[in-house]
């Protein structure tokens, strides 16, 4: 079993910045690949970004490429989500995830989820 709980949502004016975390119990986070989603009002989850097990390898939704970064903490065992240059269409709940596979980019690869954070960016 593997614990998730993310922190670090809020209210941010578009062009700002925010740094989400998600602190994991249970497994190492370098045991597993782990994973950002979000779900803005109306729409389904989507993918964001993911770290692969070996903390080597990245993945990014074309949407936040160049924008965000995901990065983790073995000796916290956190991993976090730095969100530059936000924009109002990046307002959602996010989760993060983690999968007992090297990595994983598809919702159904992740097994465990966190409860979400709420981003809201104002225009």
């Known amino acids: 079993q593997v614990q998730l709980v993310e922190s670090g949502g809020g209210l941010v004016q578009a062009g700002g910045s925010l740094r989400l975390s998600c602190a994991a119990s249970g497994r190492t986070v370098s045991s597993v690949a782990m994973g950002w989603f979000r779900q803005a009002p109306g729409k389904e989850r989507e993918f964001v970004t993911t770290?692969?097990?070996?903390?080597?390898?990245?993945y990014y939704a074309n949407s936040v490429k160049g924008r965000f970064t995901i990065s983790r903490d073995n000796a916290k065992n956190t991993v976090y989500l730095q969100m530059n240059s936000l924009k109002p269409e990046d307002t959602a709940v996010y989760y993060c995830?983690?999968?007992?596979?090297?990595?994983?980019?598809?919702?159904?690869?992740?097994?465990?989820w966190g409860q979400g954070t709420q981003v809201t960016v104002s225009s």
């Open positions: 770290i692969s097990r070996s903390g080597v390898s990245t």
């Open positions: 995830a983690a999968s007992l596979g090297p990595v994983a980019t598809r919702q159904d690869e992740y097994s465990y």
